[in-house]
């Protein structure tokens, strides 16, 4: 019938579409994805200094604990 080319075209249509669709949804979800490691990079980063710092601040506690008490 005459039908079935056209809905053959149209068929062919809507998978390149879908093809299309998904890869920009998995071209977003890769960016979104490495957006996300670089929050979490900077969260790290941010932790570990305030682990550095509070290490610091601790044995200045400490020194000077020592010192008042004469040890």
């Given at each position: 019938?005459?039908?079935t080319p056209q809905a053959e075209q149209r068929a062919t249509e809507a998978e390149r579409q879908v093809a299309k669709l998904q890869s920009?949804?998995?071209r977003l979800?890769?960016?979104e994805a490495l957006q996300m490691?670089?929050?979490l990079d900077e969260?790290?980063?941010e932790l570990l200094s305030e682990k550095e710092r509070y290490k610091g601040i601790s044995e200045?506690?400490?020194q000077t604990?020592?010192?008042l008490?004469?040890?």
């Open positions: 019938t005459h039908e920009e949804v998995d979800e890769e960016r490691q670089k929050e969260a790290e980063d200045e506690l400490d604990f020592a010192e008490t004469g040890y």
